[in-house]
């Protein structure tokens, strides 16, 4: 008897090792659960400790006139490039580009997207905080933009032939006034070959060609091609055929340019709108435009706040840089060639009023 409670006790006590044992195990496992998901939940605040906080909403507004060339803010808008920024961006159209510059160096507007013109250059010589940032447009050959457009009964062939003409611009001093004139002396002729007529608005340039009260008016991108089409008009050039300048640019008022992460969300936003429209429409494929896969739907797009029909507006997409960037040489050159003919006061140095560093940080940031 005494060798089996022996047995038995031993046995007992063997068990109640075991299962004390496995009770450890059991604790040590479900531990090691709650621990993990102690880890995964400190995780989780850590990682929301450490994550940039989330941008304030921004509210903003920009000017611009209703041109192709703001096929990328088009986009921004309607894509939610601006929304992804959480920015309420709000569009301001106006008649010619000076008021824009007028409504950007006042600070009505925040952004103006716009061309680079004697009005522009002349504000910020006078003291003036306009800063540029990134590029809205340049004539490059192959994508229509600028046009010298004559009446389609003008008996003019050549460029030669508009010595001693009149020719209509939206300004003087305008970014197709210095397109012009530069145009003219590519061909030996200069600014005072001819007559200058400041029309104030693309509407009155329109309509002094169609009534035959202007020998060559120049236009830019849809409204060149709108003269043709409505059957009065008649391109005589195409200045990216001519010449290669920086013709536009999006620029800062002087209050939102200090805010360095509201300008660096903009512009973050611009260029996904930027090669959204160039991968759409801008493409070519052995020398030649291709319809990108989107095409339809940013001609939709721009037709829609270009208040321009669909079929007009797909002939008429000019060239815009995907990644926003500045030919800061060519503004140089326009500086001098203003200062030549007397639409600038005085040399400006470009450093003091393009910013390069806010597109840079953008391209870093967005995802390609």
């Not at 391109?235 to 209050?255: C, R």
């Amino acid at each position: 008897m005494k060798k089996v409670s022996v047995s038995l006790l031993f046995v007992v006590v063997l068990l109640s090792t075991v299962l004390l044992g496995c009770a450890k195990n059991g604790a040590v496992k479900g531990n090691a659960s709650e621990s993990g998901t102690d880890k995964s939940q400190t995780g989780k605040a850590e990682s929301a400790n450490t994550a940039p906080p989330k941008s304030e909403t921004l509210s903003l507004s920009v000017g611009m006139l209703k041109y192709t060339t703001n096929a990328p803010l088009y986009i921004a808008m309607e894509k939610g490039f601006f929304k992804d920024e959480n920015i309420n961006a709000e569009f301001k159209f106006f008649d010619a580009s000076k008021d824009v510059n007028v409504g950007v160096a006042s600070g009505s507007v925040d952004v103006g997207a716009s061309g680079l013109s004697a009005d522009l250059y002349n504000m910020i010589a006078s003291g003036q905080r306009i800063v540029i940032v990134a590029n809205k447009g340049s004539e490059q050959k192959g994508y229509s933009y600028g046009g010298v457009v004559v009446h389609k009964d003008s008996p003019i062939r050549t460029v030669e032939d508009l010595k001693g003409k009149k020719i209509g611009v939206t300004s003087i001093g305008s970014t197709n006034h210095y397109n012009m004139g530069r145009i003219l002396e590519k061909h030996g002729l200069n600014t005072k070959d001819v007559q200058w007529v400041s029309m104030n608005s693309v509407s009155s340039l329109m309509e002094t060609l169609r009534s035959k009260n202007m020998d060559v008016v120049v236009l830019s991108e849809p409204t060149a091609s709108i003269t043709v089409n409505e059957g009065f008009g008649k391109v005589l050039t195409w200045v990216s055929d001519e010449i290669n300048p920086e013709s536009a640019a999006i620029f800062y008022s002087p209050k939102f340019a200090v805010n360095k992460e509201a300008g660096v969300r903009f512009l973050k936003a611009y260029i996904k709108g930027a090669r959204y429209y160039y991968d759409a429409v801008l493409t070519q494929k052995d020398g030649k435009l291709v319809k990108g896969e989107n095409f339809d739907e940013v001609t939709k797009i721009v037709a829609k706040y270009t208040d321009q029909q669909e079929d007009v507006i797909k002939g008429t997409f000019s060239f815009i840089a995907p990644d926003g960037k500045l030919n800061v040489d060519d503004i140089k050159a326009q500086i001098d060639w203003y200062v030549k003919e007397k639409f600038v006061t005085k040399v400006i140095d470009v450093n003091d009023f393009v910013n390069t560093g806010m597109l840079d940080e953008a391209l870093k940031l967005v995802v390609e």
